[in-house]
């Protein structure tokens, strides 16, 4: 099961400028941008992950609650993995490690009732 794979951005981007940007903690820094989409480059220390590892936070997340008697079915698991390849979580290009962990934590928590904390406590 290879969500990394199946994973195609519409672009091939490529960075050939760079502009002047606040970074999340509001320093400016040059950040190379897309010629084709004009997509800016995360430049922060926070790198992003690839679509795999979320896909291995759910398995993890999964097991742990199966071993407390709580089931996530596949279909479950499936519909958050469709959300988050739909929002583009696997584009390393633009996220930052937080963003990414918000977003995961905003689409699993609408699938999964859980608590937010515990979620957060597998990434
Ligand atoms: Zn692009």
Request: aromatic share 12%; hydrophobic share 30%; charged share 25%.
């Amino acid at each position: 099961m290879s969500y990394q794979q199946s994973f195609q951005h519409p672009c091939s981007h490529e960075f050939k400028d760079s502009e002047w940007l606040p970074t999340e903690n509001g320093i400016l820094k040059l950040h190379p941008y897309c010629s084709n989409c004009g997509l800016v480059k995360n430049v922060s220390s926070d790198t992003a992950k690839g679509l795999g590892y979320f896909a291995n936070v759910l398995g993890r997340l999964r097991s742990d609650l199966e071993r407390k008697g709580y089931k996530i079915s596949k279909a479950q698991i499936r519909l958050i993995m469709e959300e988050l390849k739909k929002r583009e979580i696997g584009d390393t290009y633009s996220f930052s490690f937080t963003k990414q962990k918000k977003l995961f934590m905003d689409v699993a928590t609408k699938y999964i009732k859980i608590n937010k904390n515990y979620l957060e406590s597998h990434l």
